[in-house]
């Protein structure tokens, strides 16, 4: 049974740092490229940052490129997100997905979400 666990989130002043994280179990780690999504209050599900499974490749939105950063440890079955410079609309509960294509089926699994909420 997979489980993917993130912890990490709490309340951060405007400018501040926070470091969420997301363990996984009862999945092959390294074949499944690991996701940052996050949802605001009444917003859609929007994604925030991506990491093949071997950590070469990263990919972030456009909103959140050159103050987060995501990084994995195969070894431990973990991604982590690095907040910096957070801003008030950072504010979201934060989800971290893992994904994987073999031919044409796709395999997703999500965490159950960890809140951050940047004050002004």
């Known amino acids: 049974q997979v489980q993917l666990v993130e912890s990490g989130g709490g309340l951060v002043q405007a400018g501040g740092s926070l470091r969420v994280s997301c363990a996984a179990t009862?999945?092959?780690?390294?074949?499944?490229?690991m996701n940052w999504f996050r949802q605001a209050p009444e917003k859609e599900r929007e994604f925030v940052a991506a990491?093949?499974?071997?950590?070469?490749?990263?990919t972030y939105a456009d909103s959140v490129k050159g103050r987060f950063t995501i990084s994995r440890d195969n070894a431990e079955n973990t991604v982590w997100l690095q907040m910096n410079s957070l801003k008030p609309e950072d504010t979201a509960v934060y989800y971290c997905?893992?994904?994987?294509?073999?031919?044409?089926?796709?395999?997703?699994?999500w965490g159950q979400g960890t809140q951050v909420t940047v004050s002004s």
């Open positions: 009862g999945l092959t780690f390294i074949r499944y490229d």
């Open positions: 997905k893992a994904s994987r294509s073999v031919g044409t089926k796709l395999y997703d699994y």
């Open positions: 990491v093949t499974g071997s950590g070469g490749i990263t």
